[in-house]
């Protein structure tokens, strides 16, 4: 499958994404955005009504519930995975950054 994406969000809840992105093309985007495209064609073929679609929605929201559920019972990964592979050769500073994060999040 090869895909072209158009990022309708900011890259962080941080960000202002006026300073990088159109808006009115993030609306024309989300207009596009496949899932939704593919159920207005399911819709024009006949074979996807409003029970079947909403039943579908239901079920993969509960689907996604059920995951998100099971990754928060999942143990906190070790913070350290944060620096470990993030540079060849990490500056000294990585070391006094884990340290302050550590004491930061009390592990």
């Known amino acids: 499958v090869e895909a072209v994406t158009y990022r309708a969000a900011p890259h962080a809840t941080a960000d202002d994404p006026k300073a990088y992105i159109d808006l009115e093309r993030v609306e024309e985007e989300r207009r596009n955005e496949c899932v939704g ?6 819709r024009r073929l006949g074979v996807l009504g409003d029970d079947l679609a909403a039943e579908i929605k239901a079920e993969a929201a509960g689907l996604m519930r059920a995951g998100i559920a099971a990754a ?22 990585f070391g006094h950054d884990l340290a302050e994060l550590r004491r930061i999040l009390g592990s």
């Open 37 to 42: 495209r593919y159920e207005r064609y399911l």
């Open 72 to 93: 928060e019972a999942e143990p906190a990964p070790d913070v350290g995975l944060l620096f470990e592979h993030a540079l060849v050769d990490p500056p000294e500073s």
